[in-house]
């Protein structure tokens, strides 16, 4: 694995969150290895969005499948579910699924069959003239200068 082409060809960041990953495999939960871009800007001490990247660029080459997107709903967190290609799925139910596919041994050929990412953030527009700053206004029930406690 560490002398395959995709190998060589991620960055420490990538490298580092495998590092991570497979030191959360413990031998029975491959598919089940929860990891977030979150868990792994504090582990690695780096920005969340880098350790996306990171994560993004593992998948493309072949490295990790995921098997469950994260989430974030009604403020509950759920991390992502990964499996490492290199050893066989813990979850999968048929003889095919369940062995290793180690894609990043044809990582050249499958570099662009991951599906592009995009983001769903709507794109924000100024309000009014660009030239003069908006002031917003205090309304009866809005911001006070007051504590507020709780009841």
């Known amino acids: 694995m560490l002398k395959s ?8 960041v990538a490298r580092s969150i495998y590092v991570e ?6 031998g029975s939960n491959n598919g089940r290895i929860g990891y977030s871009a979150r ?3 504090i582990d690695l001490k780096i920005s969340k969005d880098t350790a996306a990247r ?16 994260g989430a974030f709903h009604c403020k509950v967190r759920h991390a992502s579910e990964y499996r490492l290609t290199i050893y066989d ?13 180690k894609q990043f041994m044809r990582w050249p050929e499958i570099q ?24 917003r206004q205090n309304h ?4 006070s200068n007051r504590t507020v406690r709780a009841v």
């Open 54 to 69: 990171g994560l993004r660029s593992l998948e493309a080459h072949g490295f990790i499948v995921v098997e469950k997107r």
């Open 39 to 41: 868990a792994a800007a």
């Open 5 to 12: 082409a995709a190998w060589k060809d991620l960055d420490a």
């Open 21 to 26: 990953l497979t030191a959360r495999y413990n």
């Open 112 to 135: 662009n069959s991951v599906p592009v990412v995009i983001p769903t953030v709507p794109v924000v527009v100024p309000i009014g003239p660009s030239n003069r700053t908006e002031q």
């Open 140 to 143: 009866r029930h809005g911001p």
């Open 89 to 101: 799925s813990d979850i999968a139910t048929n003889l095919v699924e369940k062995l290793a596919t």
